[in-house]
Each structure stands twice: as C-alpha cells, then as structure tokens.
C-alpha cells in the first residue's frame, strides 16, 4: 500500500502499480470526458445547416444548446452524484456514457425542434454521470497538492472536444451531414464505454488524504451546507457561476458569430477555429491548473487570483476581437479571452475536491456543477440568443456582435468575486 504523510496528502515514493493504474484511468476518463464534449460542441458548430433545415431563430438555438441540455445535466447531476458516492464509480460512468451517446447519435434523426430538444434532454441527462464521479476518482489517485494538475489534465477534455468537435462537425457538414455526424459521434461512445469499465479500477476512497478519516457519505443537504460555512466555496460558487456564463456564451456562439457576422467560409471553420479554440482553451485549462497548483503551495490563495486575474484579461482583449472589420483579425484577437476564459475550471474544481470529505466529493463537485451548468451553460447561450435576436430588426447579421459584448459586464463581476474569494483561503484551508 502506499504510504502517505499527513499534513500535504503526498504520496511518499507511490508503487509503480499505482502510477501504472492512476496513468490508465486518467487517460480513459479523458476520453470519455472527450466523448462528452464533442457531443455537446457538435450541435454549436452545425447550427447554420440545422438552422438552414429545421428553421430555427437564435432564440431557439440558444435554448438547445444551453437551457434544454443544462436543464436535465442539473437536475440528474445532484442525485446520480449520490450514487456514485455510494457505488461503484467507474462502472456509473460507463453506463452514463452509453445513455448520453445513445441519444447524441438519436440527434442525428431528429425532424423538428422538439424532438431534437427531447433528444438534447437525453443527452444532459446521461452526461451528469461523466464529470463529478471522474473528478471523485481523480481526487482518490492523486494527492492533493497534484489535484490541481491532474484534474487540469483532465478537464482538457473540454478544449479536446472543442477542437474534436469542431473539427469533425466542419468536415461532416460538407461531407457526410449533419445527422450522419450525431450518428458516428454517438457510436464512438458506446463503444468506448465498455473499455472503460474493463481497463480502470475503482480507487480506495480518501487513500490520497493522509490522516483524514475515510468517512461515510453525507447526505445531500449536509454537503450543501458545507458550501454555506466555507465562504471561500460561496464566493466561489458566484465566480464560477458567472465565469461559466461567460466562457459558454462565448464558446457556444462565436462560431456562429465568425461565420455570420464575419463572414468566415464553413470550410475555414475546421481549418483555422478547430485549432485555434482548441489550443486556447487548452492552455487556459492545463495553465489554470498548472499555476494553480505551483502558487498553492506558498499560498491557498492563488485558487482565487489567478482565475480572478484572467477574468480581468477577458474584458479588453474580447471587446477588441469583436469589433475587428475581418474575421481573420477577429479570430485573431480571440486568442486570448478564448484561453482566459477557462482558466477558472481546473482551480475551482480542484479547490472543491480539496475542501470536502472524499465520500462526499461527487456530490460536492454537482453541486458546484450546478452553477457551472444552470448559470452557465443553461442560462449563457439563451442569454446570447436572446439578445442577438432582440437586436437583428437593427442590426441585421452584426446584432451577435454586440450580444456577444453583452458578456463583458459579467466577466468583470467574475474577476470581483473570485478577488473577494482570496480573503477567506487561509483560513478555510487551515480548518
């Protein structure tokens, strides 16, 4: 067995055993979390041609690719977290990650709103036994100190995906089409599935945490309430809920916005935003993490300035790239509010799995997901929708310029709560 010290959590000399099985599942929890980002990517990279078929306002594709999906994601994501601080994690995630794909692929025959709509509830629905039950696993293989960086690791999956997504779904759009592509990504994840629960073995809960008691699994309102006596967590729950706003808004509908407003060709969509938003992304993630994890150890409070630094950084440089006159420039410019914009992911999830009890993790990491995806997810698109079809008698095409500008305010109020959020780090994390 591994020996562990008490104050850090630190694995001394871990076997190689345990390297070789904490490596594998790590590497399989990305790609499934891969397969679940693609999934929800795919439906924002080919909305002109859904669009073009099923005659959709922005107004409705806002509430696809937001409320409809994040709706379902939050009201399974609190009790399928119960489970899985209860049984079996690695098996819940498998069988999640059939359900979810079983109705990405049912997209592809879906006829009307409704029924891609029901098809997109199917989808949140299964997708809320993916991310909380792998960051509970995560958190058993490494100690804390490495959480930061391993769950970075692990939430690339999001840029991946993006790229993944936007990648393929520029490529089927001009080849294959839009259903055949819900169809082939659909597939993918049934069969990947399986491979999972063979290969990845469910951890000892709480064998990272030193001398902290492997307690029992709380119920659901006692682990609510450990987020109202922390302030950190309650702040943090604020931040993260607004920067979540912010980064969905955006990644949800600047595709849209380069290829309408900007007039990017669908073709350039696979060869030059693929890249670009997986790269950003990606380096806002694993950066996110990796500075996190670096300035933690002189100072807790580095889970809140960092991402609270970067939320600053989005206000400018987006306000520049939406009023670039071409989209090569626009693209351009996008760079860095497409990075700073998911640096809050890794430290917030990680400052969650290090501030609960480790059979009480999943649910903790819902409930955070609650914010990510209801204030988020749910509510970011919608917003964006919303306000670009309130503006079109007006603006015609450029009115997803300025609702995408309609973001900024939110972004700054970010950067305010996760600033305040830093005043109370110490001493949480001394309790």
């Given at each position: ?230 302030p950190s967590l309650r ?119 290090n501030l609960t009890p ?74």
């Amino acid at each position: 067995m591994t020996q562990i010290t008490g104050l850090g959590g630190e694995a001394a000399d871990p076997d190689r055993a345990l390297v070789v099985r904490r490596t594998v599942a790590l590497a399989l929890l990305f790609v499934v979390g891969t397969i679940n980002f693609v999934d929800r990517q795919l439906l924002s990279v080919l909305v002109e041609p859904i669009r073009a078929e099923l005659d959709f306002s922005d107004t409705q594709f806002g509430l696809l690719t937001g409320l409809a999906f994040a709706i379902f994601y939050a009201i399974m994501g609190v009790p399928v977290a119960m489970i899985a601080d209860r049984w079996n994690r690695v098996k819940l995630i498998g069988i999640a990650c059939v359900i979810w794909s079983g109705f990405t692929a049912a997209c592809g025959l879906a006829n009307s709103f409704w029924q891609l709509a029901l098809m997109r509830f199917g989808v949140g629905a299964g997708e809320a036994g993916g991310t909380a039950p792998s960051l509970s696993v995560i958190a058993d293989y490494y100690p804390p100190s490495r959480r930061p960086l391993a769950i970075g690791i692990f939430t690339l999956n999001g840029p991946f995906g993006v790229f993944v997504g936007a990648a393929f779904g520029g490529w089927a759009a001009s080849t294959i089409g839009w259903r055949n592509a819900f169809i082939l990504i659909g597939a993918v994840g049934i069969v990947i599935a399986p491979i999972l629960i063979w290969l990845v073995r469910e951890p000892a809960r709480g064998q990272m945490d030193g001398n902290r008691p492997v307690d029992v699994a709380l119920p659901f309102r006692q682990t609510l309430a450990i987020f109202w006596q922390r302030p950190s967590l309650r702040l943090l729950m604020v931040g993260s809920g607004l920067s979540a706003f912010v980064s969905y808004g955006m990644l949800n509908w600047i595709p849209a916005f380069l290829i309408r407003t900007q007039g990017m060709p669908l073709s350039a969509l696979a060869t030059w935003f693929a890249p670009a938003a997986g790269i950003t992304f990606g380096i806002g993630i694993l950066g996110g993490g990796w500075l996190v994890s670096r300035r933690a150890q002189a100072s807790p409070r580095a889970y809140g300035s960092m991402p609270a630094l970067a939320a600053i950084v989005i206000v400018p440089t987006l306000a520049a790239a939406l009023l670039a006159d071409s989209w090569e420039l626009s693209l351009a410019l996008m760079l860095v509010p497409m990075a700073a914009c998911t640096v809050y992911v890794a430290p917030a999830l990680a400052l969650v799995q290090n501030l609960t009890p480790p059979r009480s993790r999943a649910t903790a990491a819902a409930v955070l997901m609650l914010m990510f995806n209801i204030i988020g997810l749910g509510l970011g698109p919608l917003f964006v929708g919303v306000i670009s079809d309130g503006l079109k008698p007006m603006h015609g095409d450029a009115s997803l310029r300025w609702a995408l500008m309609a973001l900024i305010p939110f972004a700054a109020a970010a950067g305010v709560a996760q600033f305040l959020m830093t005043r109370h780090l110490d001493k949480d994390f001394a309790e």
